[in-house]
Each structure stands twice: as C-alpha cells, then as structure tokens.
Antibody, heavy 117, light 107 residues
C-alpha cells in the first residue's frame, strides 16, 4: 500500500526559500503525477502544482513565479521549493498522488510550516 | 481559474439523517469532480471521483450526482464518524481548484 511522508523545516524566515520533500513508499513512483497542496490555518485547500514521474511540471499560476517541483525516481521522492516566502505562506503542506480520473487518492499526513522571523 | 462554490458552509444534523452538500462550478467541468473528507488534524481523504464514482473502501452511504454545473454529495444515513469538513475539487482544467469546504457536525 502506497504511503507518502512529507519532511522539511517547521519554521522558515521571511524572504527565504522553503524546501519540502515527499518520500514515496509501497509503490513505484512511475506513471503517476505527484502533487503539492497547502492549507493555511483554519482555511481551505490550495493546489500548488504537480510533477510527472518523468519530470514534467505544472504549477498554479498564483505561485508559478516562486515555486519549483522536482522528482527523484532513484530515491522515490519528490520535492518542492518555494522562494521568497512571506507570512501568507504559513500553512500545512501536503503531498499527494494524482490518479486520473480519480483525483488525489493518496495523501501524506501533512507538515506544518510557519513563516516568521 | 474555475471557481467552485460550495453550500452550505456548515450543516448540523443527527445520526441517521440524510445530508446533501452542493458544489457549483463557474463553468462546465464535464464530470471531472472529486469529493474529499477531512477530519481535524488529518489529511483529506478521497470519497468520490468523476462526480459519482465511489473510491475504493468508501461506505455506500456516500453518493454523488451531477446536474449541469451543479454537483451534489449525499450522505444517506449519517454516522457519528462522518463529522468532518467536506471539499469538492474540479479536475477538468488546471489549476485544480477546491470549494471552500462544508463543515458537517453531528448533533
């Protein structure tokens, strides 16, 4: 059974870069899209973007200028980098597997990130 | 971007009741709509995809339907464990977008 686990710093300073990693276990990373989603405290879900196992990416236009998602098939993990963070980037960040046409069928437990000096 | 508008924002019902949550898309999305359940402190879980198809392992009391750009999630007989926030998400065009959520409370 596939499982996802996010990892990264819980605290990032304003203007710095947030780096998160999602480890995939229990299944191949191949032939799927892998997505990042975030949820600010007490708010709804925002899709950040996804990466295909072969490396192709698509981002939410609202974050496209600051975000980069990559995949490392040898390590069965994918990563997200978000530049120039502000307090508005404070959120729980989730990674998820995208299966068409089902949607996002497997999610990590989420990792909270606070942007503060 | 396609806007997804959910209603109501919150609902309170008793165990055994039937509850309906609606999601309206700002433009046509075919049947490319998913519903998720999120409990406090947990990640969302996929319930329904393609508007009405039940994801593996989801109880049959959950069902989905579509009428034009309006989509409905129905829980036929509420159980205490159904207390959660429910989100719709369109998967027809990028960027994926979610509804704002409906918080379901069991009386």
């Amino acid at each position: 059974q596939v499982q996802l686990q996010e990892s990264g710093p819980g605290l990032v300073k304003p203007s710095e870069t947030l780096s998160l990693r999602c480890s995939v276990s229990g299944d191949s990373i191949s032939n799927y899209y892998w997505s990042w989603i975030r949820q600010p405290p007490g708010k709804g879900l925002e899709w950040i973007g996804y990466v295909y196992y072969s490396g192709g990416t698509t981002y939410n236009p609202s974050l496209r200028s600051r975000v980069a998602i990559s995949v490392d098939t040898s390590k069965t993990e994918f990563s997200m980098r978000l530049r120039s963070v502000t307090a508005a980037d404070t959120a729980v960040y989730y990674c998820a597997r995208v299966v068409s046409p089902e949607g996002m069928d497997v999610w990590g437990q989420g990792t909270p990130v606070t942007v503060s000096s | 971007d396609i806007q997804m508008t959910q209603s109501p924002s919150s609902v309170s019902a008793s165990a055994g009741d039937r509850v309906t949550i609606t999601c309206r898309a700002s433009q046509g999305i075919s049947s490319r709509l998913a519903w998720y359940q999120q409990k406090p402190g947990q990640a969302p879980k996929l319930l329904i995809y393609e508007a009405f198809r039940l994801h593996s392992g989801v109880p049959s009391r959950f069902s989905g339907s579509k009428s034009g750009t309006d989509f409905t999630l129905t829980i036929s007989s509420l159980q205490p464990e159904d207390s959660a926030t429910y989100y719709c998400q369109q998967a027809n065009s990028l960027p994926y977008t979610f509804g704002q959520g409906t918080k379901l409370e069991i009386k």
